[in-house]
């Protein structure tokens, strides 16, 4: 039997606002347990919650990137259950008239192809606060400064069809979402977490299978990993006779596996009522057109650029413009080195390897965009070699300071020299009669490759500073005369 998986993403994205979204509580990330739950968070006797402003804009935003309807009128409920970390006892949010409603993603995938998933809609709500339980033996802290974040819910047709699709989807967003400035994106302190709704069917069945839920998953990685063992778990237990039961689950990335949590609620389950202390809030034509207005240039209409500006390939376009950081650093690079296409090079490779190998971010590396761009300055006016261009990297992910700085401090210059390279080559011939002589007697054909022995010589006694392309000039010249 052929299965296939169906998969819908809840993505809930915390909004970069500085307060909160009914409060004027701090949403900084990092301080002190419960020193920035205030009492309209907690819901005291007395306290009123006032609606953020910029949460609203943010979500507008997001919604005209998205291409989405924009609720003019949206409306506020609570959703009632008990949790610890839950201070209310319910969660303010939106079901019946969310701000944002349908409209359309394209991802691209591995293979070159593109797929449009559909978005459902996406909605304002207050972030719960955090359970600790590593710090407790027996127990559960309660951390409340999360409480009353404001987050965007973004919630996708089940449009996916595999975890890669689902990946694609989730990096997309990743990159809007930053592109705009309304979150910072960063899963690992939870501004960014996706519940994935999975679920099993035969090729060719329109049915929709029973979902599980898997909930805050918060990478990349754990999301591709869980749903791949979800869809693993519920095949087998179908073929093996069973039945799968729709719940909520829970994602262990140690063992790589799925463990239920609780029976999966419906609508009706948490209760919803109709907010009596928030009004809708209705927003005219000339507010969101101010903000259509205000938006950056997003991914797809930069990469379109980067490929017509730059004459740079679909694929690496893509790579580029993935996250808005990089994008602005390359540009940065190609307009200051006037090499779009080795600038390109340099940072989809050297760049990326060293940040992967040293697990930094753009804003934690000390190679900013001017200093490559200064690299690639002298490797472009024949101050140094590719090859030293390597080892001026390497001292610039130091700290040492620009490319300048660090070729005039350890004296790599590039030997052009006519009369210094003919020494070289003279010297090197004199050594090596034999591999002469051999040379002298191959075929037009056989003698590039044997020519590599020579420039290698060459470049070991100048320690990688001979311009090779003089060498390689010189070298025909005095072997033909041999």
Known sequence: MEWETVI???????????????????????ASP????????????????????????????????????????????RKNYFYPDLPKGYQTTQLAEPIV???????????????????HHAHLEEDAGKSLHEDYHGMSGIDLNRAGTPLIEIVSEPDMRSAEEAVAYLKKIHSIITYLGISDGEMSQGSMRCDANVSVRLKGDETLGTRCEIKNINSFKFVEKAIKVEAERQIDLIEDGGKVVQETRLYDSEKNETRSMRSKEVANDYR????????????????????????PELPDAKRDRFVSEYQLSSYDAAVLTADRATADFYETVAKTSGEPKLAANWVMVDLAAHLNKSEQTLADCKVSAEHLAGLISRIKDGTISGKIAKQVFEAMTEGEGSADQIIDKRGLQQVSDTGALEKMVDEVIANNQSQVDNYK??????????????????M?????????????????KKLDEQ
């Open 272 to 295: 919803y009522f109709p907010c009596p202390d928030l009004l809708p809030v209705i927003l005219d034509d000339d507010y969101i057109e101010q903000i259509r207005q205000s938006l």
């Open 441 to 458: 007697a191959a075929d037009e054909k056989k003698r590039p490759k044997m020519l590599g022995f020579f420039v290698g010589q060459i």
């Open 101 to 119: 409603g349908s409209g359309v993603i394209e991802i691209e995938l591995g293979n070159g192809e593109r797929k449009s998933i559909r978005l």
């Open 8 to 30: 819908g993403l809840e993505i809930h994205v915390q909004l970069a606002t500085r307060s909160k979204i009914f409060s004027g509580a701090s949403t900084a990330f990092g």
């Open 460 to 476: 070991k006694a100048s320690k990688g500073q001979a311009n090779p392309q003089a060498v390689n000039e010189i070298l025909l």
């Open 34 to 77: 419960n020193t920035q739950a205030c009492a309209i968070d907690l819901a005291m006797p007395g306290t009123l919650p006032v609606a953020n402003e910029e949460a609203f804009r943010f979500a507008v935003m997001f919604g005209l990137a998205m291409n989405a309807e924009i609720g003019k009128r949206s409306v506020f409920e």
